[in-house]
Every structure is written in structure tokens, then in C-alpha cells.
């Protein structure tokens, strides 16, 4: 049913099942406990499905609780369906922000299928390649994205051979690969190569999307924004406002539909167009755009604010800037401080992450303070991005080199303008 994009029904399937399998549990716990662990690991993903996160992060815990049990018993046995949970599990884990978690759960998930393959190659080569894509997400949460890119190439060299001999099996998840691929290429500054990835992506989601609609679609949406961001890399705005405009419409309808799952994605979406729109000189065009995304947001963070907290901030930086290029200075000034105080806490939990987006908005905000006469703290902001940049050059050689030179001129210019 899930396969056939029957959601619901598919989840109410599941919900029974679950049900069933608690009461046989109950009468012959040793039998039956396997059963009850593959219900709830199905019954996880539909959750996910249905957008109820937090009900399906339960279903994946207490599957990996009874997978653990009778994997002390039957290692040989139910190893394969451990890694499977333990996948899921870091799945789950990281929509609801606990990426440390997150990371944990899939790295033991990537050594028992590492082992499972040595064995029998070709039974468990897809698992494989489907865990290290999770890894590889993962992986650049913590900001180590050299492995992630590392393992995400691996992945896609497995689907790569496993497409070959069966097309219509792997192609979907060849597609996903390539599109994880492209992200990691892109934050490798290999522009040029994360663009002809996620052009191979589009092409194959096109031809899966014809053929089963319900099921690919919302890969299809987002793949195009990532398609679209891509191509803004590469100057080529023209092409990528016509491709995110592409997306948004398949998005829209997608969250008519079921709002809970795609308002994130079209938020996204929003997002590129928002600067697309920005990069033809459409300003009044791009604000709304990010206006939108800005009111999803804030909708998201209220059910969610550990996942999507960090977006949040990201959205309000940018409104800044479309604020500031309609004359609104007040309202810039307030966006980006918000901003700021959003990213200092995140910088708190995961300074690997967000330092760098913290003293973006300390730079932008050492513009916006001047305008309100409040000079010393546009000279404070300036002072802790310089920091900052200077912190994570030495954490990432040439990385952060011009930023950083960017913002001394910065800082110089203020005090030559500043005598306190």
C-alpha cells in the first residue's frame, strides 16, 4: 500500500498488525517477539510517512529494543534486521535533532552490514549501500563532511553496479544517492561535479515519476530545488529560477495534499527561489518568497524546534537582507538580531556547525547597527565575527581566508568611522 502511495491505508494496516502482534507476545513472548519488532519497524515508517515524528521515533526504539533480545539469542539470524532498525532508528533520531544519536545508531549499523556483506555479498550489497547514504547525511551534521563525501561516493559506486543488472529495483535509490552525492560535492566547493550529479538525479527521477507519480513526485520536487540551487552556483540563474519555479509547483500540491510531510520541503524551495528572484533584481518578488518560508518556519520550530531551529535562523538572515533591499531597516535590523540569538544557541550545541553562520549575521549586523546609531555594538559585531573567522581558518585552512580578510576591512572601516 505504501508503495502505491496509499499512505493511510497503509498505516492503519501497519497500526493492526502492531496490535496482533503485542497480544501474541503477550501469550508466547519468544516466539512472536521478532514479529512484533518488524511490525513496529514498518509501522515506524509510516508514521514518518504521516509526518508524526515523535510516534515514530517510539516504534523505531522499542524495535531496536526487541531486535537487541533476540539478537543475543540468534545472532545469525537477526543481525540483518538489527541494522535495519538501527538505520531506521538514526533516521528517526536525526528528524528529531539528536544527531549525536543519530550518528551513533548508523555507524553500528554500517559494521553489522559491513559484516553481513563480507558474507554474502549479494544479498546484503543493497542494505549496504542504503546505510552508508544515512551515514554519509549523518556524517555531515557533524561536519565532517570529507568522510560523508567519502561515503556517499561508496554508495553510489554500489547502486551504480546494482543497477546494472536489475534497472527498475535500484534506479530510485540510485537517484537518492546521487542527489546526497551532490550535496556533499557541493560543500566540497566542487560545484561543476555536484551540477552533473544532480542533473543525472533529475533525469532519473523524471522517468520514475512517469511510471509511478504518487510514489516519486515529492523526489522529484526536491531534487529540483537542489537542481536549482546548483545551478545559482554555476551563474546560470536563468535556468535555476525556471527550475525551482518547477519545484514549487509540484510542492504546493504535494502539501495540499499532506501539509505535515512537504511544508518543510516547500520551505526550501522558498528559499531558493527567494534568492533567485533576488539575483534578476525582482526584490519585491524575492521578499514575499521569503516571507512564506519564513511563516512555514516558524510553524515548523513550534511542533519541532530542535529539527528545524537552525532553518529558522537561516531565514531570517536572508530576510534581512530582502528587508534591507526594500528600505525596511528597522524590521532588517530586528530579523538579523533574531537571527543571531538563534545561532548563538545553536553555536553552543554544535560550534562545528554553526560557527560559520554566526559570524555571517555578526557581519551583515555590523551594517544594520550603524544606520540605528548604535555604533559600538556594530563595532562589538564586527570584533566577534572577525574572531570567529579567524577560529575557523584555523580549524580549515583556505576555507575562511577571504571571509575573514572581508571582514578586517570591515572592522577597519568602522573604527575610522566610530570615535567613541
Same mark, same amino acid.
Given at each position: 500500500?505504501?508503495?502505491?502511495?496509499q499512505h493511510a491505508e497503509a498505516l492503519a494496516a501497519n497500526e493492526e498488525a502492531v496490535l496482533l502482534?503485542?497480544?501474541?507476545?503477550?501469550?508466547?513472548?519468544?516466539?512472536?517477539?521478532?514479529?512484533?519488532?518488524?511490525?513496529?519497524?514498518?509501522?515506524?515508517?509510516?508514521?514518518?510517512?504521516?509526518?508524526?515524528?515523535?510516534?515514530?521515533l517510539v516504534a523505531i526504539e522499542e524495535s531496536v529494543s526487541l531486535y537487541r533480545q533476540v539478537v543475543q539469542d540468534r545472532?545469525?539470524?537477526?543481525?540483518?534486521?538489527?541494522?535495519?532498525?538501527?538505520?531506521?532508528?538514526?533516521?528517526?533520531?536525526?528528524?528529531?535533532?539528536?544527531?549525536?544519536?543519530?550518528?551513533?545508531?548508523?555507524?553500528?549499523?554500517?559494521?553489522?552490514?559491513?559484516?553481513?556483506?563480507?558474507?554474502?555479498?549479494?544479498?546484503?550489497?543493497?542494505?549496504?549501500?542504503?546505510?552508508?547514504?544515512?551515514?554519509?547525511?549523518?556524517?555531515?551534521?557533524?561536519?565532517?563532511?570529507?568522510?560523508?563525501?567519502?561515503?556517499?561516493?561508496?554508495?553510489?559506486?554500489?547502486?551504480?553496479?546494482?543497477?546494472?543488472?536489475?534497472?527498475?529495483?535500484? &534506479?530510485?535509490?540510485?537517484?537518492?544517492?546521487?542527489?546526497?552525492?551532490?550535496?556533499?560535492?557541493?560543500?566540497?566547493?566542487?560545484?561543476?561535479?555536484?551540477?552533473?550529479?544532480?542533473?543525472?538525479?533529475?533525469?532519473?527521477?523524471?522517468?520514475?515519476?512517469?511510471?509511478?507519480?504518487?510514489?516519486?513526485?515529492?523526489?522529484?520536487?526536491?531534487?529540483?530545488?537542489?537542481?536549482?540551487?546548483?545551478?545559482?552556483?554555476?551563474?546560470?540563474?536563468?535556468?535555476?529560477?525556471?527550475?525551482?519555479?518547477?519545484?514549487?509547483?509540484?510542492?504546493?500540491?504535494?502539501?495540499?495534499?499532506?501539509?505535515?510531510?512537504?511544508?518543510?520541503?516547500?520551505?526550501?524551495?522558498?528559499?531558493?527561489?527567494?534568492?533567485?528572484?533576488?539575483?534578476?533584481?525582482?526584490?519585491? &518578488?524575492?521578499?514575499?518568497?521569503?516571507?512564506?518560508?519564513?511563516?512555514?518556519?516558524?510553524?515548523?520550530?513550534?511542533?519541532?524546534?530542535?529539527?528545524? &531551529?537552525?532553518?529558522?535562523?537561516?531565514?531570517?538572515?536572508?530576510?534581512?537582507?530582502?528587508?534591507?533591499?526594500?528600505?525596511?531597516?528597522?524590521?532588517?535590523?530586528?530579523?538579523?538580531?533574531?537571527?543571531?540569538?538563534?545561532?548563538?544557541?545553536?553555536?553552543?550545541?554544535?560550534?562545528?556547525?554553526?560557527?560559520?553562520?554566526?559570524?555571517?549575521?555578526?557581519?551583515?549586523?555590523?551594517?544594520?547597527?550603524?544606520?540605528?546609531?548604535?555604533?559600538?555594538?556594530?563595532?562589538?559585531?564586527?570584533?566577534?565575527?572577525?574572531?570567529?573567522?579567524?577560529?575557523?581558518?584555523?580549524?580549515?585552512?583556505?576555507?575562511?581566508?577571504?571571509?575573514?580578510?572581508?571582514?578586517?576591512?570591515?572592522?577597519?572601516?568602522?573604527?575610522?568611522?566610530?570615535?567613541?
Amino acid at each position: 500500500l505504501a508503495g502505491a502511495g496509499q499512505h493511510a491505508e497503509a498505516l492503519a494496516a501497519n497500526e493492526e498488525a502492531v496490535l496482533l502482534r503485542r497480544q501474541l507476545v503477550q501469550d508466547r513472548a519468544r516466539i512472536h517477539e521478532a514479529d512484533l519488532a518488524i511490525s513496529l519497524n514498518d509501522f515506524s515508517n509510516r508514521l514518518s510517512d504521516a509526518g508524526r515524528h515523535a510516534e515514530a521515533l517510539v516504534a523505531i526504539e522499542e524495535s531496536v529494543s526487541l531486535y537487541r533480545q533476540v539478537v543475543q539469542d540468534r545472532p545469525k539470524d537477526f543481525d540483518a534486521d538489527l541494522a535495519r532498525s538501527l538505520s531506521n532508528l538514526s533516521i528517526r533520531l536525526r528528524n528529531a535533532g539528536q544527531h549525536t544519536e543519530a550518528l551513533v545508531a548508523i555507524e553500528e549499523a554500517v559494521m553489522l552490514r559491513q559484516q553481513l556483506v563480507l558474507h554474502r555479498p549479494n544479498v546484503f550489497e543493497a542494505d549496504l549501500a542504503a546505510t552508508l547514504d544515512n551515514f554519509s547525511v549523518c556524517l555531515s551534521d557533524a561536519g565532517r563532511h570529507a568522510e560523508a563525501l567519502s561515503a556517499t561516493e561508496e554508495a553510489v559506486s554500489l547502486y551504480q553496479q546494482l543497477v546494472k543488472n536489475r534497472p527498475k529495483v535500484f &534506479e530510485g535509490d540510485l537517484a537518492i544517492a546521487l542527489s546526497n552525492f551532490s550535496n556533499c560535492l557541493s560543500e566540497a566547493g566542487r560545484n561543476a561535479e555536484a551540477l552533473t550529479a544532480i542533473e543525472e538525479t533529475v533525469s532519473l527521477f523524471r522517468q520514475l515519476t512517469q511510471d509511478r507519480p504518487k510514489v516519486f513526485e515529492s523526489n522529484l520536487a526536491a531534487t529540483l530545488a537542489n537542481l536549482s540551487a546548483c545551478l545559482s552556483a554555476v551563474g546560470r540563474h536563468a535556468e535555476a529560477l525556471a527550475t525551482v519555479e518547477e519545484a514549487i509547483v509540484l510542492q504546493r500540491r504535494l502539501v495540499h495534499d499532506r501539509p505535515n510531510v512537504f511544508e518543510a520541503e516547500l520551505a526550501v524551495s522558498l528559499m531558493n527561489y527567494s534568492s533567485d528572484l533576488s539575483d534578476a533584481s525582482r526584490h519585491p &518578488e524575492a521578499l514575499a518568497a521569503n516571507e512564506e518560508a519564513l511563516v512555514l518556519r516558524r510553524q515548523l520550530v513550534e511542533d519541532q524546534p530542535n529539527v528545524f &531551529e537552525a532553518d529558522l535562523a537561516t531565514t531570517l538572515d536572508s530576510f534581512s537582507v530582502r528587508l534591507s533591499d526594500a528600505g525596511r531597516d528597522d524590521e532588517a535590523l530586528s530579523a538579523i538580531e533574531e537571527a543571531i540569538s538563534l545561532f548563538r544557541q545553536l553555536t553552543q550545541e554544535r560550534p562545528k556547525i554553526f560557527k560559520a553562520d554566526l559570524a555571517r549575521s555578526l557581519f551583515k549586523l555590523s551594517f544594520h547597527l550603524p544606520a540605528a546609531d548604535r555604533h559600538a555594538e556594530a563595532l562589538s559585531a564586527i570584533r566577534e565575527a572577525v574572531s570567529l573567522y579567524q577560529k575557523l581558518e584555523l580549524d580549515r585552512p583556505n576555507s575562511f581566508e577571504v571571509l575573514l580578510q572581508i571582514a578586517k576591512m570591515r572592522l577597519s572601516q568602522l573604527r575610522s568611522n566610530y570615535r567613541p
